[in-house]
């Protein structure tokens, strides 16, 4: 069992940056796959970025690629997305979420979820 708690949201204007955080509880968080997904109002949630246990590979969604940096610290069991160069369509509630499973961007994959952080982009 793992529990996450997802932190650093907040509203930012364009073009700004915010870092999220997410902890992970458990001694076994490098044997997950991590991933972030978003929910804006009205929308389905979508992937937004993926690393591997390691951390040596990662996967972004092309709306997020290059603006933001997915990262994990396994000897504190925490994973960061630092996002920058942020747009009005960024505004999201954004997740955390574990997988057992290798690297993936789905979102049926994954097994744990975080409870969300809610970031707003204003123009």
């Known amino acids: 069992q793992v529990q996450l708690v997802e932190s650093g949201g907040g509203l930012v204007q364009a073009g700004g940056s915010l870092r999220l955080s997410c902890a992970a509880s458990g001694r076994t968080f490098s044997s997950y796959s991590m991933g972030w997904f978003r929910q804006a109002p009205g929308k389905e949630r979508e992937f937004v970025a993926a690393i591997s246990r390691s951390g040596g590979t990662t996967y972004y969604a092309d709306s997020v690629k290059g603006r933001f940096t997915f990262s994990r610290h396994n000897a504190n069991n925490t994973v960061y997305l630092q996002m920058d160069s942020l747009k009005p369509e960024d505004t999201a509630v954004y997740y955390c979420?574990?997988?057992?499973?290798?690297?993936?961007?789905?979102?049926?994959?994954?097994?744990?979820w975080g409870q969300g952080t809610q970031v707003t982009v204003s123009s």
């Open positions: 979420a574990a997988s057992m499973k290798v690297i993936r961007t789905t979102s049926t994959g994954y097994d744990y």
